[in-house]
C-alpha cells in the first residue's frame, strides 16, 4: 500500500479541483487523518486507505472498517488516535475541531470525529512547542515565568518552562506546578534554569553554546547566564559556593552582602573560541574570587587553578 502522505498528496490536489468532494468527505468521514504541511490538512481514513479517485464512500460500511482495519497500520507508522471523549487531549480536540468548522463548515458542537495524529517524543513536542509559542504567545491561563526558565536549542531565547510544558503535554495551568514543568524539560534533554525572576537573558539549553560576537563600542563574548548558574548549583555545598582555588567564602567573609557573589571561570579560554561552542557547566566553568581570577589571567595567561593553588601555598610557608 502506498504511503498514506502519498495518497495524502494525490488528495489535495482533487479537494482543489472539486471542493464539493472534500467538504462532503470531511464533514461525514468520523475517523480523520491528520497530516501537517498539506493543503488540506484533514484526509478521511478510508479514502487514503483504496486510493482512488472520485468515489464517493458508503458511510456505514466505512465506520465499521476504518477502526479495525486501519488502525494497526496507522500505528505501525507512528499516528494515535485522539477520540472525542480523550479528557487528556481536550484543548488539541476543541483546535482540531474549530479548524474543521473553519474550513468546511462543519458544526463543531455537534463533531464526534476521531482525529489520528503522529505521534511525536516528548523531545519533538517541547520543541514544537516553542513554534506554537513563538506563533501565539502566552498560551491561555499562563503567565510569564518568575523563575524557571527553559532554553531554546537553536535560538538560545529563554522560554517561560511552565508554559512550554503545558504546551508539549497539552496539560492546563493548575494541573501542574513549575517545578515539575522544569523536571519535565530536563528529562526531555533541554536545559532549565531559576533565573530568580531576571530579565529575559541570552540563555541555551544542551549543548550550550557561548561566545558569539556582539557589537557595541567594542567586541565581546556572550556570557552564558544558564552555563553560569548550573556551574554554581554543581559546585554548591548548602547554597553556599567558594572559591574553587582559594576556597574564600563571600558571605562568611563579608555577610548578606557577599551572598550568592562569585566569579566563573571558563578552564577553556573564550576569548581564544573561534566562534561559539559548547560548554558544559560542570567541566568547562569553575567558580573563583575576583582576585584568583585576575591572577589566572595576569600578563594576558591562563594559568590552572592548580598553579594558583600552588602560588597561594608556596606564598602562605614563605610568610610564615
Known sequence: MESWESVAQRLDQLYLKRPEIASKQL?????????????????????????????????PKCKAQEAARYSSDLRSVGFQPIRPNDT??????????????????????????????????????????FETFDRYGVPDGFREARTWYV??????????????????????????????????????GFECADLNGNPPIDVSP?????????QFTRSARERNQVARKLCLEHYSSNGRVTCIACELDFAETYGPIGDGFIHVHHLDPLAEAEGSRNVSPEFDLVPVCPNCHAMIHRG????????????LAANSRQNR
Open 27 to 59: 464533514k461525514n468521514q468520523p475517523n480523520l487523518l491528520v497530516l501537517e504541511n498539506t493543503i488540506h490538512g484533514f484526509f478521511p481514513i478510508r479514502r487514503l486507505a483504496d486510493g482512488r479517485e472520485e468515489r464517493l464512500m458508503d458511510l
Open 88 to 129: 487528556r487531549h481536550s484543548g488539541l480536540i476543541q483546535q482540531l475541531t474549530n479548524l474543521l468548522h473553519e474550513k468546511y463548515q462543519t458544526n463543531p458542537s455537534r463533531s464526534e470525529k476521531t482525529f489520528w495524529i503522529r505521534s511525536y517524543s516528548l523531545k519533538e513536542k517541547v520543541l514544537k512547542a
Open 151 to 188: 532554553s531554546h536549542p537553536e535560538t538560545g531565547e529563554p522560554y517561560p518552562a511552565k508554559a512550554i510544558w503545558g504546551l508539549a503535554t497539552d496539560q492546563k495551568s493548575d494541573e501542574f506546578i513549575s517545578h515539575q514543568a522544569r523536571d519535565g524539560l530536563r528529562k526531555a
Open 206 to 214: 544542551e549543548p550550550l553554546f557561548e561566545g558569539a560576537e556582539r
Open 300 to 311: 594576558g595567561q591562563n594559568r590552572s587553578i592548580d598553579e594558583i593553588r600552588d602560588l
